[in-house]
């Protein structure tokens, strides 16, 4: 079966930084998504990658080791209003998006 | 702005009541998706659509239906609502159908179902 695991929940303090980690066995693979989604708001866009390595953009980056299965998305100088949950999707050979459950960020001042 | 729009947020239903969700974006994507939400589990594809009167299952068609008379509107129908698909349902847009690069998803706030 398709599996996708992140951590159900994450507490940060205001200023640090955070690690959310994913780890994924799908059937193939065509790119991995992160969305941020605030409670009772739309999930957003946050970052695509296709390629091993790191994609920047501004405090956030993402990383991906597809030989690993492997994901994280890195969030710095946190924020108060980064307090969302986190999800995790890959795209697989089929071009379906297989979802994980999401890491609700708790961020404390 | 481009937007997704969930005409309602929140809905209370009998048990075999008629549900429709209404789904519209103005961005003339040409994909157009809707899944279920649920506590501890990932999001869940129930119906797809990649062009105006096209349909295809996803992974829990079961128990709903859709329709998609025009581009920009795609909606969900629930024929006789039960308690388990009390749930958020989202709707979401892509650019097109094809499989190349991001082709982000574009969600809207969701639609908070209780079947009572």
């Known amino acids: 079966g398709q599996n996708i695991d992140q951590p159900t929940e994450m507490t940060a303090t205001e200023g640090a930084i955070v690690q959310i980690n994913c780890t994924y066995q799908?059937?193939?693979?065509?790119?991995l998504f992160w969305y941020q989604q605030h409670a009772g708001e739309a999930p957003t866009f946050l970052s695509y990658?296709?390629l091993d390595g790191l994609e920047e953009k501004g405090r956030f980056s993402s990383f991906l080791s597809r030989s690993k299965g492997y994901s994280y998305l890195l969030l710095k100088e946190l924020q108060m209003k980064d307090s969302a949950s986190y999800l995790c999707?890959?795209?697989?050979?089929?071009?379906?998006?297989?979802w994980g459950a999401g890491t609700k960020l708790i961020i404390k001042p | 702005d481009v937007k997704v729009t969930q005409s309602s947020r929140y809905l209370v239903k009998r048990t075999g009541e008629k549900v429709f969700l209404e789904c519209v974006q103005d961005?003339?994507?040409?994909?157009m998706f809707w899944y279920r939400q649920d506590p501890g589990l990932g999001l869940r594809l129930i119906y797809f659509?990649?062009?105006?009167?096209?349909?295809e299952k996803g992974d829990i068609p079961e128990g709903y239906s859709v329709s998609r008379e025009k581009k920009e509107r795609f909606s969900l129908i629930l024929e006789s609502a039960s308690t388990n698909q009390t749930s958020m349902y989202l709707c979401?847009?892509?650019?097109?159908?094809?499989?190349?690069?991001?082709?982000?998803?574009?969600f809207g706030a969701g639609s908070r179902l209780t079947v009572l």
């Open positions: 979401a847009s892509s650019r097109d159908g094809s499989s190349s690069g991001a082709n982000v998803l574009t």
């Open positions: 961005m003339d994507h040409e994909n």
């Open positions: 659509s990649y062009d105006v009167k096209m349909k």
């Open positions: 799908t059937s193939g693979f065509n790119g």
């Open positions: 990658n296709v």
């Open positions: 999707a890959v795209r697989d050979s089929n071009y379906q998006l297989i």
